[in-house]
């Protein structure tokens, strides 16, 4: 039996070299798919390796006879069994083919599904991460790439390990997270900082904290603007953060009253605007909101997202107020059990993450995003259960 491997960009390609060298008998002996160059495996180019087999027959030499009629039956008879014989080959090879890349789709399409139904795709050792990975909130196609580069970078002796495969996928999720921005106070002029974002998802809040940290400890003058006129409860509480840290608090009407507000505040190092929360689906709310930061023209318009909000709510919110934003914010990181939603948005966005909310309480439960914190926060801190 003569054993040949073939590699290809796709499964037509290899196939097709398969045949040409082997012919439409070879039998397909093993498939995979695989990424050649790239980091650590990653990033490669996509390859397909197909190992096939063919059987070599043996030469039968043919006796001499004498030509009579008798041998010239048994001629006719044999090109008839070779003919018929060979028919059957063809058949036979043609489902072997059929049967081969049956198999070779079904091993793909498990490839492609990462770790979904199909979680059988990874090593034992090493399935129980996947599945501890997802239920983090974790994208299928993420935790295909953190776990793929463990069986890349780790020997498979080593996967037994847990805490050296946790220190690899966490550094692997820092590496993911390092786009990082914090607010830094004005020198000539108020650096202006506007919060936006839907509705519930904690800005009043957030802004109390942040205006408190620099207000009290980091003694920085600092001024907060409330354009959120349609909730007479964010008004207030927005004047009781300022009361209690000696911080004034002015309301905002129209953009013509936001504009004049700052003007009010120019010798102030930070000025923060609170806005009202919008719904993404509502057009009218998303065009007064751009009247009231083309009025402001701030200088970081933070996105704030609540971490208990399910994974493609966030995608669609972030869509929406994408070309608003500067910044990220997430809250009520206390609230939930899978941060990892927060990974899938870092995946689809380059805009930097300021700061993390992990409370209600004003200043303490609000913490500058860094990636070890960021990776504490989608890894947690338990061990997958086995």
Sequence with gaps: MRVRRFVGENVSETMGKVKRELGSEAIILQTREFRDGGFFGLFGNKKVEITAAIEEKPVIPQETSRPNYENNVERVKLPIASHVSGLKDQSEGLQTEIKSMRLLLEQMNKQMAGVGEE?????????????????????????????????QTLSPEKW????????????????????????????????????????????????????????????RRVALIT??????????????????????????MTPSGLNEALFLHADKELIFIDTAGRSPHHE????????FLDEAQPDFTMLVMSATTQSADQLQIYKRFVDLTTHLIFTKLDETGSAGSILNLLGQTTLPIAYLSNGQNVPDDIEAATPNRLAHYVMGDEMPNE
């Design 119 to 151: 979680t059988s795709v990874w090593p034992p050792a090493l399935e129980k991460w996947a599945v501890h990975l997802q239920s983090r909130g974790i994208c299928e196609n993420l935790v295909k790439r953190l776990i793929s580069h463990v069986q």
């Design 160 to 219: 037994l390990d847990d805490s050296q495969v946790f220190t690899r996928i966490e550094a692997n999720i820092r590496q993911m997270c390092g786009q990082i921005g914090l607010i830094q106070p004005g020198i000539d002029k108020p650096r202006i900082i506007a919060l936006i974002g839907p509705t519930g998802v904690g800005k009043t809040t957030t802004i109390g904290k942040l205006a408190a940290g620099f207000s009290i400890v980091d003694k």
């Design 227 to 252: 354009a959120d006129t349609y909730r007479v409860a964010a008004v207030e509480q927005l004047k009781a953060f300022g009361e209690i840290i000696g911080v004034p608090v002015e309301v905002a």
């Design 284 to 291: 009218e709310h998303m065009h007064e909101l751009r009247e």
